[in-house]
């Protein structure tokens, strides 16, 4: 029998033939030619998420000082992300110049990043800062802060209000750093200053 007339009275079963046989040759060549599998670097066991209660977190800087202090009565690491959620957060974040006492803040909720270099405040934010020296004690009340714990920096686009003694200086959009004490009002700002007193 002639095998160009089998193969036309079985073309149906030789073409499902072929296309089985393509694509198992394409499988093969796929395999030898790919790219290697990617190794896992991870070294150590897994992590896994995991929840904790009154919790404490103490963030270090690349000197050994500390950029930032945490405490959570709920603190949750979702498995597969590194970073930190809090509820009702309370925190420090050091003056870094002797003798300047710590910011002391809370919020409603928190977020902290793998690296410990971002800090978002959710919900209302109240930050305190005693007196020292000449200096009175300063309060500041806003909203949604994203910080830099380890540069001392933060910001938020709400409205905030800072009081220091007996002056107040309000408006919306905030930038700051706690450092070198720079702070920038963007917007629809309004201030109440008390002059100094005199001495005789």
């Not at 500390?66 to 309370?90: I, V």
């Amino acid at each position: 029998m002639n095998l160009r007339l089998w193969l036309r009275d079985r073309r149906l079963p030789a073409a499902t033939l072929a296309i089985a046989l393509a694509a198992g040759v394409s499988q093969l060549l796929l395999w030898w030619l790919g790219p290697a599998p990617r190794t896992n670097d991870f070294v150590g066991p897994p992590r896994s998420g995991y929840t904790l209660t009154n919790a404490r977190v103490s963030e270090y800087n690349a000197e050994g000082r500390p950029s930032f202090y945490l405490q959570a009565p709920h603190l949750e690491r979702r498995e597969g992300d590194d970073s930190l959620y809090l509820n009702s957060p309370t925190f420090q974040l050091p003056a870094k110049q002797p003798g300047v006492p710590d910011w002391h803040g809370k919020s409603l909720y928190g977020w902290v990043n793998k690296s410990g270099t971002l800090l978002k405040l959710q919900g209302p934010v109240a930050m305190h800062r005693p007196a020292f020296d000449k200096s009175p004690a300063t309060d500041l009340h806003t909203s949604d802060v994203t910080a830099w714990p380890k540069e001392n920096r933060l910001e938020t686009d709400a409205p905030a209000r800072i009081i220091q003694g007996a002056s107040t200086i309000s408006g919306v959009g905030m930038r700051a750093n706690l450092t070198n004490k720079h702070l920038e009002l963007l917007d629809d700002v309004h201030s109440t200053f008390m002059p100094a007193e005199s001495h005789r």
